[in-house]
């Protein structure tokens, strides 16, 4: 079974709209940290934002909140009023066990399009 | 400060022969990290080093990768008698022990094998 799953290969989305980016994904550890990553067309990763297994809260970072729903097991990035510049790919990403050092395991990503 | 760096940036080789890809990681990270990225998917997880422990090897996919990390700090990925199916972009990755273990890439090598 997949660990993550992203079920939006591509969207499309006007400039200055919020867009949600979906993923959901599968452990049956307690303890797991959520990351999203940005991947323009340069190649770099960039962390965005992290939600951890037992925060109460969910993650926000600028225009990027996570909205983090356990039970569902989903964990969808929301940018709020895009920008030219958001367009890239996106990747959801889920370390499992407790915080250090541990492997990432990522979903196949969704290519973002923002469109002027 | 300066991020995780990687070289060569490019590496076209024929099949059959070996490559070594270097990282070098953040200053003070003990925790090193290869991913591979084929055309148009996700990231891909190889190994990683952590401090002095021994590495985890779960995600090389055959015997023909290997890596090391020597002094605790710069890591060679080496693949031997190259495949096709190796060509990939290898992303090479850090982290110190911070509260989420933010993992921090580096550029990537594109390895095209012919």
């Known amino acids: 079974a997949q660990k993550i799953t992203q079920t939006q290969p591509g969207m499309f989305v006007q400039e200055k709209e919020a867009v949600t980016l979906d993923c959901t994904y599968d452990t049956s550890d307690p303890s797991y940290g959520l990351f999203w990553y940005k991947q323009p067309s340069s190649g770099e990763m960039i962390f965005l934002i992290y939600q951890g297994s037992y925060d109460q809260q969910n993650a926000t970072e600028g225009r990027y909140s996570l909205n983090f729903q356990k039970a569902r097991k989903s964990a969808n990035l929301v940018i709020s009023a895009s920008q030219l510049g958001d367009s890239a790919m996106y990747f959801c990403?889920?370390?499992?066990?407790?915080?250090?050092?541990?492997?990432?395991?990522f979903g196949q990503g969704t290519r973002l399009t923002i469109n002027p | 400060g300066a991020g995780v760096s990687q070289s060569p940036s490019n590496k076209v080789t024929e099949k059959g022969k070996d490559v070594e890809l270097r990282c070098d990681p953040i200053?003070?990270?003990?925790?090193l990290y290869w991913y591979r990225q084929s055309l148009g998917q996700g990231l891909e997880f190889l190994i990683y080093?952590?401090?002095?422990?021994?590495?985890?090897k779960s995600g090389l996919p055959s015997d023909r990768f290997s890596a090391e990390r020597t002094g605790g700090s710069v890591s060679t990925l080496t693949i031997q008698r190259t495949q096709q199916e190796d060509s990939a972009v290898y992303l090479c990755?850090?982290?110190?022990?911070?509260?989420?273990?933010?993992?921090?890439f580096g550029p990537g090598t594109r390895l095209t094998v012919l």
């Open positions: 200053s003070g990270h003990t925790a």
């Open positions: 990755a850090s982290s110190s022990r911070r509260e989420y273990n933010e993992q921090f």
């Open positions: 080093f952590q401090g002095n422990s021994a590495p985890d």
């Open positions: 990403a889920m370390r499992e066990g407790a915080q250090g050092a541990q492997k990432l395991v």
